[in-house]
């Protein structure tokens, strides 16, 4: 089945510094990746929808100027964190929409764990 | 916006018991997906559903898609410790976006 990664899977940084998620499509293109947030024991939030060649949508609340979302590549989408505080600490998961499957075809990686001291 | 409704919040079964999460949409679904996630982990895809009534099973799973495309529900029979975990639905949208429900967490007494 199709596979997607995220790197790294887990991060440590100190408050103020910016940190680079990516995500990564392996065996298949995807025109449309998504990323979520969950922190402890609840669910998964949209943060935003990455779009190939285009700009980021970001769901309401989610600021696009604290986490900056660039898709270059049918197979990678990049999520930066910036100027990160413990706040911020959080899982991140991103999935990705096979550019040639229906319904059914979004993918979801194994996520980031984000701790920001 | 929509929201997806998911209950119990978290339920403890011994081993054996039958376990059922409900699932409600405020607007009606493109389709659902449902999810299995355990401790630690990442969302695993368990199935969709697409067509009004439909119900498919998995094994002990039973998912089912209520005639209104607004409601879900995933049944285990005779729970096993391996079934430990949180399960979301998560309904599609007119936009092709996932909104997930807030998750049942399902926890088994041996």
């Known amino acids: 089945g199709a596979v997607v990664s995220q790197h790294p899977s887990r991060v440590i940084c100190k408050s103020g510094t910016s940190v680079k998620i990516e995500c990564r499509s392996l065996d298949f293109q995807a025109t449309t990746m998504f990323w979520y947030r969950q922190f402890p024991k609840q669910s998964l939030m949209l943060m935003a929808t990455?779009?190939?060649?285009?700009?980021?949508?970001?769901e309401q609340g989610v600021e696009k100027d604290k986490f900056l979302i660039n898709h270059a590549s049918l197979t990678l989408s990049t999520l930066t964190v910036t100027s990160a505080h413990p706040e911020d600490s959080s899982f991140y998961i991103c999935?990705?929409?096979?550019?040639?499957?229906?319904?059914?075809?979004?993918?979801f990686g194994p996520g980031t764990r984000l701790t920001v001291t | 916006g929509q929201q997806v409704m998911q209950i119990p919040q978290y339920q403890h079964v011994q081993e054996g018991e039958d376990f059922t999460t409900y699932c409600n949409s405020s607007t009606t679904l493109s389709n659902i997906q449902w999810y299995k996630q355990r401790p630690g982990g990442h969302p695993v895809f368990l199935i969709q559903?697409?067509?009004?009534?439909e119900v498919k099973k998995q094994k002990r799973l039973t998912f089912q898609f209520g005639e209104a495309k607004k409601n879900s529900s995933l049944h285990i029979t005779a729970t096993q410790t391996t079934d430990v975990g949180t399960y979301f639905c998560a309904g599609m949208d007119s936009s092709y976006k996932l909104i997930f429900g807030s998750g049942t967490r399902l926890l088994v007494r041996p």
């Open positions: 999935s990705a929409r096979d550019s040639e499957g229906g319904w059914r075809e979004q993918y």
């Open positions: 990455s779009n190939e060649g285009s700009k980021a949508t970001y």
């Open positions: 559903l697409v067509k009004s009534g």
